[in-house]
């Protein structure tokens, strides 16, 4: 199985900042990621796959980089309705999700 | 659009089952895999079972292989889950979601997409 390692566990931004998660794979898993931001309450949304596609819809302040075992998601400037969870998920072996970073207002 | 609704959730003892339903409206169901992940409240992600478009492959995680099914209707756009010797630790919010990809670029990419907003399963003595 691949493990899906997220960092931090949890980021403290303040509106307009600028965050950067964190997404490491135990093995390679190519440009096989996705990224999914959950609010409470909510099921999972897709934001990124291949590792730096955004899905119809999301807006250009997110963006993915990656491949390999080394990912990140970064939100250029931090609005409200982007307090929440996000996961990484691989899909090059099965599915495997991170445990998740939850981006809370500084 | 395309909508989701699960149903079947609820408290049961330890041992027993549950049957999990998805009902689907808005795309050509029997050409889409259908996904199960589960999540404990407060905790991640995991995938539980998918399904092809037909029902001729099935594939499940370690954790539940064996006690759970995965099946599906297409005539009834509905997709199901089938869990025996419950444990405690099948406690979470079961959701279904659809598996969506993009076979336009190399390698082709995967993503589950939509969800529905999920079922509690409650295993408690």
């Known amino acids: 199985e691949i493990v899906m390692t997220q960092s931090p566990a949890t980021l403290s931004v303040s509106p307009g900042e600028r965050a950067t998660l964190s997404c490491r794979a135990s093995q390679s898993v190519n440009s096989n990621l996705a990224w999914y931001q959950q609010k409470p309450g909510q099921p999972p949304r897709v934001l990124i796959y291949g590792a730096s596609t955004r899905a119809t819809g999301v807006p250009v302040r997110f963006s993915g980089s990656g491949s390999g075992t080394e990912f990140t998601l970064t939100i250029s400037s931090l609005q409200s309705e982007d307090f929440a969870v996000y996961y990484c998920q691989q899909y090059n072996n099965w599915w495997t999700f991170g445990q998740g970073t939850k981006v809370e207002i500084k | 659009e395309v909508l989701l609704v699960e149903t079947g959730g609820g408290l049961v003892q330890p041992g027993e089952s549950l049957r999990l339903s998805c009902a689907a409206s808005?795309?050509?169901?029997?050409?889409?895999?259908m996904i199960w992940v589960r999540q404990v409240p407060g905790k991640g992600l995991e995938w539980v079972a998918d399904i092809k478009g037909d029902g001729s492959d099935k594939f499940y995680v370690d954790s539940v292989r064996g006690r759970f099914t995965i099946s599906r209707d297409n005539a009834r756009n509905s997709v199901f889950l089938q869990m025996n010797s419950l444990r405690a630790e099948d406690t979470a919010v079961y959701y279904c979601a659809r598996l969506t990809r993009d076979i336009g670029v190399v390698p082709a990419a995967f993503w589950f997409d939509p969800w529905g907003q999920g079922t509690l399963v409650t295993v408690s003595s």
């Open positions: 808005g795309l050509s169901f029997s050409t889409y895999w």
